[in-house]
């Protein structure tokens, strides 16, 4: 059975800071997803990786995939106030996605 | 393109009534999901349709049943439903392979 952890699950940042979202899978996929959920929300997609080593960015969000450490990371930088939101990754095996719980991000002036 | 579309937004039973939640989608995707949200948690995948005539288990099919009526349709049914099944029901569709989903708006379904 796949398993996906975020970490963390909740994110206070101060605005003009750093930092990085973790999503870990517990077993072989070369398909991944981050997904933005703004509260009472649908999902609403923003990167899809599809390869090892893949790098994804729009804005302030940039996303890699490392399948060999299963793991992709959300780096978040100079964080600013509308990125808050709730964000997932989902992890594609035997066609069925699989999401991780989520990562609540506020950030703060 | 109204992209995927959810009927109805919002829903309260009472224990035991039956209700089907509807599902269209008008961007000719050949896949559709339904998935339920609880509260703080991911989504977790109750049923999908890879393609027309066809539906798949997911991780908690356990008191749902689907249909796949037509390429643009895909309903889910709930036969008895229980203070359990309350939480947000969404959507989604691919048009297949690496293509990221699109998620409908949700259902928020209360079960008394």
């Known amino acids: 059975e796949l398993k996906v952890e975020q970490n963390p699950l909740f994110l206070s940042m101060q605005e003009g800071k750093n930092y990085t979202i973790y999503c870990n899978y517990s077993t072989t996929s070369d398909r991944l997803y981050w997904y933005r959920q703004d509260p009472g929300k649908s999902l609403e997609s923003l990167f899809v990786l599809l390869s090892n080593g893949a790098v994804k960015q729009e804005g302030r969000l940039m996303a890699s995939l490392d399948t060999k450490a299963r793991l992709s990371t959300l780096h978040i930088t100079a964080a600013v106030h509308d990125l808050s939101a709730t964000y997932f990754c989902a992890v594609v095996n035997a066609g069925k996605s699989t999401f991780g719980d989520g990562t609540t991000l506020t950030v703060k002036p | 393109n109204a992209g995927v579309t959810q009927t109805p937004k919002f829903q309260v039973l009472k224990t035991g009534q039956s209700m089907t939640l509807q599902c269209a989608q008008d961007m000719n995707h050949n896949s559709m999901y339904w998935y339920r949200q609880d509260p703080g948690m991911g989504l977790r995948l109750i049923y999908y349709?890879?393609?027309?005539?066809?539906?798949d288990k997911g991780e908690v099919p356990n008191g749902y049943n689907v249909s796949r009526l037509n390429k643009r349709e895909f309903s889910l049914r709930l036969e008895s439903a229980a203070p359990s099944q309350t939480s947000v029901y969404f959507c989604?569709?691919?048009?297949?392979?690496?293509?990221?989903?699109?998620f409908g708006p949700g259902t928020r379904l209360l079960v008394l």
């Open positions: 989604a569709s691919r048009s297949g392979g690496q293509e990221t989903q699109y």
């Open positions: 349709s890879a393609s027309e005539g066809t539906t």
